[in-house]
């Protein structure tokens, strides 16, 4: 729990179809929105795809936020955004406009079917683990250990960092290649 009593959160985002990183990008204008402050985004990673049908590399990033949402309310934030950028879910691990998971809410664990706590496959994905790591070099999924270590199991092969491609946070600043709100 944060100072001011707010649940730290970690959502992670990827779209593989028509403009990734303007879905991306839209993904963070919507979750962004009341009751969710966001407060870092990691650079964009490139991802072969895990699972699923022949399909595009996806684009890739995790968001930091805090929230007195509950992770109810969270989920159904990142569904919004899923449907902001069109998403239709027709084939499981298909290709998708957008895609925002809870991977953390807190120190919360949970089985409901309807939000698994901490997201059950988060640890074996080093295109969430990476840029997690980047935005929280001393983070840990509930339950499972330091992002660090978990990343040293899973490798990092098939995912890259570009450089050149940057999301931004509504009314943030850039500080030190990590976006930021004051």
């Not at 964009?44 to 699972?51: I, R, S």
């Not at 595009?56 to 995790?62: F, G, I, S, T």
Request: proline share 8%; glycine share 8%.
């Amino acid at each position: 729990m944060t100072t001011d009593g707010r649940v730290p959160v970690v959502l992670s985002m990827g779209s593989n179809i028509a403009d990734k990183l303007a879905n991306l990008q839209l993904g963070v204008s919507v979750v962004c929105r009341g009751g969710l402050s966001c407060q870092a985004v990691s650079g964009v990673y490139q991802t072969a795809p895990v699972g699923g049908p022949e399909q595009d590399d996806y684009l890739n990033a995790v968001l930091l936020a805090a929230t007195s949402l509950p992770p109810g309310q969270v989920l159904a934030r990142c569904q919004e955004a899923e449907e902001a950028a069109g998403r239709v879910r027709s084939v499981r691990w298909g290709p998708r406009t957008l895609d925002v998971d809870v991977i953390a809410y807190g120190d919360q664990v949970s089985t409901d079917p309807e939000l698994t706590l901490p997201h059950p496959r988060a640890h074996e994905r080093a295109f969430v683990l990476m840029p997690w790591l980047e935005v929280a070099p001393d983070a840990s999924l509930p339950g499972l250990g330091r992002v660090v270590d978990l990343l040293a199991v899973t490798g990092t092969a098939g995912v890259r960092r570009l450089p050149d491609l940057r999301l931004a946070l509504p009314d943030c600043v850039q500080q030190k290649a990590v976006t930021a709100c004051r």
